[in-house]
């Protein structure tokens, strides 16, 4: 109730062009299993509207976001644990696997609902197929897949006990393609699927970076039926869509780890409303420390600044620019502050030429 009337009173606030600290939360994102999608990934490309919002089409996303609420699809690339440090069974509880538990800094409890219509992703067992993964940000570790036992229903949550007990595929810094901070930049890597598997499984996902303890977890469903990796069940569709196009050169199996100078920025839209939006940027620092930091981006369609947090906002027409404040400007090595702005218009899922500079 009080994120709500905090909401409200934030659009208030903006129709009236008087501005209003709002405390932001602390909260991370960086990915999502993309082949084969993910809950929060494909429930997201089912929801996408052209206007920047999203309208769940599919009836198990749309059930997961009653319960979760749309925040949890703006940042579907946050299903994770700051504190996790790879740890899985014993750590999240039976039935919250594909939320990451509820320690995480979203609400993903939605998306643990045994339901049979989820988006899924169509496959042939013991294939050899390219697996993506969305690298919002880029952080070195080890990539993890698990599959399903043979006894596993759709209508039952996931539990440990339903998962084959050693990963099928595994592998730590994969090649990545685009991004950070895009909807299509991924890491990939090729990998043989389970044998002997038909039906309707899960993929569970684990990314357990190697700098810090934060780790990443999700659920792609997927069926064994002799397909290739199309997709159904997105934007009210039961028509399978195209896979992406598989490259045409073999990933290194490790790759070096990002550069140590500098910074990265992650923009997440914290709440939304009719009329605005509240959102957050976090700065990272590499593997070494920064001392002063700018932020730049540009909105997408028509958005306008009202006010930020956290640091000294300046714009003109779309382009922002954000500069840290006295006591946020020095970041420790693989650490991070955050910044929090509230603007008029409807809430983007991503922007425009996010940057982050340090001197």
């Not at 992703?121 to 993964?133: I, P, Q």
């Not at 890597?189 to 999700?218: A, C, M």
């Not at 714009?315 to 702005?341: D, H, M, P, Q, W």
């Amino acid at each position: 109730m009080r994120k709500k009337l905090l909401m409200y009173a934030a659009a208030a606030l903006l129709a009236a062009g008087v501005g209003a600290v709002v405390l932001p939360s602390s909260a991370s994102a960086h990915g999502a299993m993309m082949v084969p999608g993910s809950r929060t990934w494909l429930c997201y490309k089912d929801g996408k509207t052209s206007t920047g919002e999203i309208v769940p089409q599919n009836p198990a996303c749309a059930a997961a976001v009653a319960q979760s609420g749309v925040t949890s699809l703006y940042n579907w690339f946050a299903v994770l644990r700051s504190d996790g440090a790879g740890r899985m069974a014993g750590f999240i509880p039976d039935g919250q696997l594909c939320s990451g538990g509820t320690g995480g800094p979203y609400n993903f409890t939605g998306f643990n609902l045994a339901r049979d219509d989820w988006p899924v992703t169509h496959l042939t067992s013991g294939a050899t197929m390219e697996f993506d993964y969305n690298d919002w940000a880029k952080h070195p570790g080890t990539f993890s897949l698990y599959i399903t036992k043979d006894s596993w229903s759709p209508t039952r949550a996931l539990a440990w006990s339903d998962l084959e007990s050693t990963p099928f595929s595994q592998v730590v810094n994969p090649a990545s393609i685009g991004g950070p901070g895009t909807d299509d930049g991924h890491y990939w890597w090729n990998g043989t699927l389970p044998s002997g598997k038909s039906g309707r499984h899960l993929i569970y996902s684990v990314w357990s970076r190697s700098d810090s303890q934060e780790t990443f977890y999700g659920c792609s469903d997927v069926v064994f039926d002799g397909g290739h990796g199309e997709v159904t069940g997105v934007g009210g569709s039961t028509t399978p869509t195209t896979p992406p196009t598989t490259p045409t050169t073999t990933p290194p199996t490790t790759t070096p780890p990002p550069s140590s100078g500098g910074c990265t920025a992650m923009y997440n839209v914290a709440s939304a409303w009719t009329g605005g939006f509240q959102g957050e940027v976090m700065v990272h620092a590499g593997t070494a420390a920064v001392n002063g930091w700018t932020v730049s981006f540009t909105f997408p369609g028509g958005q306008t600044l009202a006010q930020a947090w956290n640091g000294k906002a300046t714009s003109s027409g779309s382009l922002v620019t954000v500069k840290n404040e006295s006591y946020n400007g020095s970041i420790a090595a693989n650490s991070y502050t955050t910044f929090g702005f509230l603007a008029s218009g409807t809430a983007p899922a991503t922007v425009q030429n996010l940057t982050c500079t340090s001197p």
